[in-house]
C-alpha cells in the first residue's frame, strides 16, 4: 500500500508542480521526517515506480534532482542511499528559502526525533501499533473532568501563587499512602518531589548526578528517550543486555566491573519494551552490585499500575527503602498523556537536591495538574479505572500475539501483563518501518531501543493499538516479499 502522488502533502498546491516534483517532494519529507535515515538504501527505481504509478524515468530524475539537493547519494551498480547531511540546510525545488531555514536540523546521534513527531500526527491509534499509550477511548476523561468541576467549585486564588518545588502536599500524602501498600517507605514531606512526568525526573536526575564522562547503564533495548538526555550530558551510555527471563545480571556484573558506572537505570516491572520482570532474586543481586561498585539505581515504575495483585514482581525500592534507590512514578500512561504528573521518591537529601534542581530549572510544576490527579485518586474511582485497563489489556495480548506469529514474526516473551510485545520480525525493522509509515502506519523500529541505534531485527508492539485488520495483512506482505527476495 503506498500514498498516491497526488497526495502528497506539499506546501505548495500539487497540482503546480511537475510528477518529478512531487516525488522530490515525497522523498524530501521521508528524509526530514528520519523514515528512510543516513545510510539507507532507497526503494529500486523499479520498485518506486511501481508503487507510486509513474515511469522509471520520472524515478530517476527525482532521485537525481535529491541527489543534487544533497538529500542522496548515487553508488554505480548498487543503487541511491540516504546521505549524513551536515551544515546549512539546501532549498529543494518548490520551497520558499525561508520554509527550509524553518526545517529542524537532523539529529546525526540519538534520534528518536522522526519518532516523536509522528507519534502527534498519527490519526488514529489502531494506526500507531508503535505508540507508547493507550488509545484515549480506554481512558476515562470523565475522571478528569470530574475533577477539573470538583476544582472550579473551589477559591481561584489558591490557584494563584507559584505552588512548591516539591509539589501539591496533599498528592504527595496520597502517593505516600500508595508508596506503603507496595511496602516502599517514604515521606511526603521529606521524601516525595512531584514532577511533570517520568521525563523531567530523568531530567533532573541526569542534571544532579551525571557529569561528562560518567558511565551510565540503560537497558538494550530500553526506553529511548532517555537516552538523549543522557547522552547531552556527556555520559557514557552502556547497554546492559536482557534475556526473556529480564536482564542478563551475568553481563550486568561484567559491566559495573569493568565501567564503575555511576548509575543504572531500570523498569523493574513491565520492562519497556520487552515487558519482562524483576524476580526478587534478581533485584536483590542488582541491590549486591550496587553496594559493592558503590552506583545508584534508578527504578522506572511507570507502568507498575498495570500490574495486577498478586503479579509476581519485585520493586527494588521495597527491598532498598530509597537508600540507595530513587524511585520514579506517573499516572501519563493510566490517566492522560498530557496531563504530565509524576514523582521521585527518594532519601531525603536526594529528594532537596532533586527539589532544588527543579526549581532552578523551571520553578515549580504546574499545581492545577497535582491537585485533578489528586481529585482522582481521592475520590476512589481510579482503582477500578485501573482494573479496567488491565482487562482490556488481557483481553487483546493473547489476540495480538497469535497476529503477529501468524504472520511471520517471533515473539521475544510473553508477558502477562503490560501492553508491550517485543517481536523479531527476521529483517531490517528500520526498513520495515519506513514501509509501514508508507503504508499508513506508525511502526516502531528496535533500533529506537538501543542506546547506539544498533540496527535490528526486533521491534515493539502496543497491543492495544494492534486491532487494525489491515495492519496483519501489511505485516505478512512485507515479510513474503522479503522473505522471496531472500531466497
Not at 280 to 287: E, H, K, M, N, S
Not at 380 to 405: F, I, N, P, Q, S
Request: charged share 20%.
Amino acid at each position: 500500500m503506498s500514498v498516491p502522488l497526488d497526495q502528497i502533502p506539499a506546501p505548495h498546491d500539487a497540482a503546480q508542480l511537475t510528477l518529478v516534483d512531487q516525488l522530490v517532494q515525497w522523498g524530501r519529507r521521508r528524509i526530514d521526517e528520519r523514515v528512510f535515515r543516513p545510510g539507507m538504501r532507497m526503494p529500486s527505481i523499479r520498485k518506486l515506480a511501481l508503487d507510486k504509478g509513474v515511469s522509471r524515468f520520472t524515478v530517476v530524475e527525482a532521485y537525481e534532482r535529491l541527489v543534487a539537493h544533497g538529500y542522496l547519494d548515487s553508488r554505480r551498480g548498487s543503487g541511491f542511499y540516504v546521505r549524513e547531511r551536515s551544515g546549512p540546510t539546501l532549498v529543494a525545488k518548490g520551497e520558499a528559502p525561508a520554509a527550509a531555514a524553518e526545517r529542524e536540523p537532523v539529529q546525526n546521534t540519538i534520534d528518536v526525533v522522526w519518532l516523536l513527531r509522528n507519534m502527534l500526527h498519527t490519526s488514529s491509534p489502531e494506526k500507531g501499533p508503535g505508540l507508547g499509550y493507550l488509545p484515549g477511548r480506554w481512558l476515562d476523561g470523565e475522571l478528569i473532568t470530574n475533577a477539573l468541576r470538583s476544582l472550579s467549585r473551589q477559591s481561584g486564588a489558591q490557584m494563584l501563587g507559584f505552588g512548591t518545588p516539591q509539589g501539591f502536599l496533599p498528592l504527595r500524602q496520597q502517593l505516600q499512602t500508595r508508596l506503603e501498600e507496595l511496602e516502599i517507605g517514604a515521606s511526603a514531606a521529606k521524601q516525595i518531589v512531584l514532577v511533570s512526568g517520568i521525563t523531567q525526573a530523568i531530567d533532573l536526575i541526569a542534571r544532579l548526578y551525571v557529569k561528562p564522562g560518567d558511565a551510565v547503564i540503560v537497558g538494550d533495548p530500553a526506553w529511548f528517550q532517555m537516552f538523549g538526555r543522557f547522552a547531552s550530558q556527556g555520559a557514557r551510555l552502556v547497554g546492559m543486555p536482557y534475556t526473556p527471563d529480564g536482564p542478563d545480571l551475568d553481563a550486568l556484573e561484567t559491566l559495573v566491573a569493568t565501567w564503575r558506572p555511576k548509575m543504572l537505570i531500570i523498569n523493574s516491572v513491565l520492562q519497556n519494551p520487552t515487558g519482562t520482570s524483576l524476580t526478587a532474586a534478581q533485584a536483590f543481586r542488582i541491590l549486591q552490585m550496587a553496594q559493592e561498585y558503590d552506583f545508584i539505581v534508578v527504578e522506572d515504575d511507570v507502568y507498575g499500575d498495570l500490574c495486577p495483585a498478586g503479579f509476581p514482581a519485585t520493586r527494588l525500592a521495597s527491598l532498598d527503602q530509597l537508600k540507595r534507590v530513587i524511585f520514579l512514578g506517573s499516572f501519563s500512561k493510566t490517566l492522560a498523556a498530557n496531563l504530565r504528573v509524576g514523582y521521585i521518591a527518594a532519601a531525603p537529601d536526594v529528594a532537596k537536591a532533586l527539589a532544588d534542581q527543579k526549581m532552578l530549572v523551571g520553578m515549580t510544576s504546574p499545581e492545577l495538574n497535582e491537585r485533578v490527579v489528586y481529585k482522582v485518586l481521592t475520590e476512589g474511582h481510579y482503582r477500578r479505572h485501573v482494573e479496567r485497563l488491565r482487562a482490556r489489556l488481557d483481553g487483546v495480548r493473547e489476540k495480538t500475539a497469535r497476529m503477529l506469529e501468524k504472520t511471520g514474526l517471533r515473539l521475544y516473551a510473553t508477558p502477562d501483563a503490560g501492553m508491550f510485545l517485543w517481536a523479531d520480525a527476521g529483517v531490517d525493522s528500520d526498513g520495515l518501518a519506513a514501509a509501514g509509515h508508507e503504508a499508513g502506519f506508525l511502526l516502531t523500529p528496535g533500533s529506537l531501543f538501543s542506546p547506539h541505534q544498533s540496527p535490528t531485527t526486533w521491534m515493539r508492539f502496543n497491543v492495544a493499538n494492534c486491532g487494525d485488520p489491515v495492519l496483519a495483512e501489511f505485516l505478512s506482505n512485507y515479510l513474503d516479499k522479503a522473505a522471496r527476495r531472500s531466497a
